[in-house]
């Protein structure tokens, strides 16, 4: 919400005064300057360095994923990196969350009599929508790549029966009933439904409007 004087910074500040006479109540939104509590300077000085913390972390988190993404690499891929070059396996829509040590990425393969399931994991896994594998301290969620989207949906969430995902196609919005108990940490939870989402994307960079998470109340059916 921008502040109802300056109408440029975000308020921080909000006052009530009450009218002594009529008893009225006057609600204000301010930000920290036309509050009196900082200058334009020290607000200018503080948003600087607050800029440059949050580019760090982005960095950081760069990183972080970039790390992770090839330990994934180098457990997975490299030791059949020649089976996986002659039976053209694919990999689809990598999406990582380091600080939840989270990656979901889907898999298919060009040739149709294949299954890249087993190619990947052996054959105790061939015929499976989705694996799971614990690599060092990361979780990694391989589903099997579909380009319907319902199909896509169900192999995603073939771990959580119970998680009540559906997708709006029209609005680009994944909702899931039980997005906070998906995993024991319910941070963990949020991140995959959040990754989940990204699978949903074109990959079109100019595409403007991309697949987001959304919580859906059970009762309603509908999103907040």
């Known amino acids: 919400m921008l502040c109802q004087i300056c109408q440029k910074r975000e308020s921080h500040v909000h006052q009530t005064y009450i009218y002594v006479t009529s008893g009225q109540r006057e609600k204000r939104n301010l930000c920290e300057v036309c509050a009196g509590l900082k200058t334009e300077t020290q607000w200018d000085k503080e948003r600087e ?79 499976k929508n989705h694996v799971v594998r614990e690599i060092k301290d990361c979780t990694v969620h391989v589903f099997r790549w579909d380009e319907d989207p319902d199909r896509l949906l169900k192999n995603i969430f073939e771990p959580f029966p119970e998680a009540g995902a559906r997708l709006d196609l029209d609005k680009k919005l994944l909702f899931v009933e039980s997005e906070r108990t998906l995993f024991q940490d319910f941070k963990k939870s949020l991140s995959f439904c959040n990754l989940a989402a990204y699978q949903f994307n074109s990959g079109d960079p100019a595409e403007l409007k991309r697949f987001q998470f959304r919580f859906w109340p059970k009762a309603a059916g509908e999103a907040h």
């Open 49 to 127: 360095e607050e800029k440059k913390r949050w580019a760090m972390e982005s960095l950081q988190r760069r990183e972080q994923s970039r790390q992770i993404s090839q330990l994934v690499n180098e457990e997975l891929f490299k030791p059949r990196l020649s089976e996986i070059k002659s039976k053209q396996i694919r990999s689809h829509a990598k999406s990582v969350d380091s600080a939840n040590k989270l990656i979901l990425f889907g898999t298919s393969s060009l040739l149709p009599e294949i299954d890249p399931m087993e190619v990947l994991f052996g054959a105790s896994e061939a015929g």
